[in-house]
């Protein structure tokens, strides 16, 4: 099987005179994101229309470029479709996204393709580009998800607060994604990373199970607003003299973080599991009033 490179150089190489770390962090079941290659040929295809466009007269330009414009919506939806897509399948819990986004970049798709035919054939040819542009592009790409997962029985306003600050977290990681970059450092890059797939671990936990925000609302704002600031701070100061010093501080408190939130993590599903041993021990009792001998044998 292969395995990453971990040479004194790499990401998650030895710093000096240290063992070499394995490799771990968001590389942990991470997958290949399906918003390229094919996604990015639809913004290249209706490029052509701009010659056809500049090569007609003042009718055919405008109904050329207006097919254009509709190809390049329809290849932005689908992307942020796609996008939108993965980020549902990534969670446990999640609402359908508001916009099928796929699905009206499939509609803009033959639009699009719509207006090229009235420009350069007739109505007829017109018609069956629309149908079959729409019809391809659905096939091509697949729908949106139209329905919520993992809502039953699921307080939807707690559900509802519950979204809006992991969101809010999310935006926190992802600027320290963003200013850890400036320093220029793939170590500290990979380190950053590696925390961002702990604290994604408490957030899918709280999603399971909302009731946990109240105990994990600091983790998500507090810490993380804290940690964002200080990774902002450290690359302007780390991008100037390299301060040997600084990344240590900087990456000790990675370390701080990144075992305060995995304690937090492991502590709410120990609470979730004392939860459901008191519902067990609950039930039981109220099948042995009933006088129905609970089966104990699996104990």
């Given at each position: 099987m292969a395995q990453r490179y971990g040479g004194h150089y790499s990401p998650d190489g030895p710093s000096e005179g240290g063992p070499r770390k394995p490799a771990t962090g968001s590389y942990r079941g991470a997958k290949r994101t399906r918003a390229g290659g094919r996604v990015n040929l639809l913004f290249l295809a209706p490029l052509p229309l701009i010659w056809k466009a500049f090569t007609t007269d003042p009718v055919g330009m405008a109904q050329y470029l207006a097919a254009l414009g509709l190809l390049i919506l329809s290849a932005w939806l689908t992307r942020e479709g796609i996008l939108a897509q993965e980020a549902y399948?990534?969670?446990?819990?999640?609402?359908?996204?508001?916009?099928?986004?796929?699905?009206?970049?499939?509609?803009?798709?033959?639009?699009?393709?719509?207006?090229?035919?009235?420009?350069?054939?007739?109505?007829?040819?017109?018609?069956?580009?629309?149908?079959?542009?729409?019809v391809i592009h659905s096939f091509a790409f697949g729908l949106d998800p139209l329905t919520d997962k993992g809502m039953d029985g699921v307080d939807m306003f707690q559900t509802d607060r519950v979204a809006r600050a992991v969101d809010e977290a999310e935006k926190h990681l992802s600027a320290m994604s963003e200013a850890i970059k400036r320093a220029g450092d793939r170590q500290l890059?990979?380190?950053?990373?590696?925390?961002?797939?702990?604290?994604?671990?408490?957030?899918?936990?709280?999603?399971?199970?909302?009731?946990?925000?109240?105990?994990?609302r600091k983790y998500?704002?507090?810490?993380?607003?804290?940690?964002?600031?200080?990774?902002?701070?450290?690359?302007?100061?780390?991008?100037?003299?390299?301060?040997?010093?600084?990344?240590?501080?900087?990456?000790?408190?990675?370390d701080d973080l990144e075992g305060n939130f995995a304690a937090r993590t492991e502590k709410l599903l120990l609470d979730d599991r004392s939860d459901l041993d008191i519902e067990i021990g609950v039930l039981r009792d109220r099948l042995q009033r009933e006088g129905i001998r609970p089966n104990t044998n699996n104990e």
């Open positions: 399948e990534a969670r446990k819990v999640a609402r359908r996204p508001a916009l099928p986004r796929k699905i009206v970049g499939s509609l803009c798709a033959g639009a699009g393709l719509f207006m090229a035919g009235i420009a350069g054939f007739g109505l007829p040819e017109a018609v069956i580009f629309a149908v079959l542009g729409t890059e990979a380190r950053v990373d590696r925390f961002r797939t702990t604290a994604r671990d408490l957030f899918r936990t709280v999603e399971e199970d909302p009731r946990d925000l109240t105990a994990a998500l704002s507090v810490y993380l607003l804290g940690a964002r600031d200080a990774t902002i701070k450290f690359a302007d100061i780390y991008g100037r003299n390299r301060d040997p010093q600084a990344k240590a501080d900087y990456s000790a408190l990675l």
